[in-house]
């Protein structure tokens, strides 16, 4: 469209060329949606394509359990056996200093979970509500004293 665009003829009534541009631009941005929208299935596809196959070659993962949650009767024998939950792990560097204001990533930094910051933050987040551990302004976070001061 634009380089069939009369260019005198623009210079001479540019409202009548404006509204038609604006009218194309319309129409362009209604087809980029959609290019988008394809494209983006389209990532969809390939992404569980990708699964299927990896599933094909090498199995189906094994589900999930919960952290502590036991399926088997086994398991649940051993489970004395398992590491202390990441809650546990908080309470207990916190508790070593009750004093020092933690923030998340110092926290998952001690706790070798700095890939899992988020999971860290949302555990010490409960622990604030359920009042073991205090949330200061700023984001810090401290041992709470179980003690009135």
């Not at 933050?121 to 976070?141: C, H, Q, T, W």
């Amino acid at each position: 469209m634009i380089e069939t665009l009369d260019w005198p003829e623009l210079s001479g009534d540019p409202e009548k060329f404006l509204q038609a541009l604006d009218g194309r631009e319309a129409e362009l941005q209604q087809e980029l949606y959609k290019v988008r929208q394809v494209a983006r299935q389209v990532r969809q596809l390939l992404k569980v394509k990708d699964t299927l196959t990896s599933w094909h070659e090498s199995g189906i993962p094994e589900q999930r359990q919960a952290e502590n949650q036991a399926s088997r009767p086994e398991d649940s024998a051993a489970a004395g056996t398992q590491p202390p939950t990441r809650k546990v792990r908080i309470m207990t560097l916190l508790s070593q200093d009750p004093q020092r204001q933690w923030k998340v990533s110092d926290v998952a930094t001690a706790l070798d979970e700095v890939p899992k910051i988020k999971s860290v933050r949302v555990a010490m987040d409960e622990l604030a509500k359920a009042g073991s551990i205090a949330k200061l302004p700023n984001a810090f976070y401290k041992f709470a004293n179980s003690q009135p001061a």
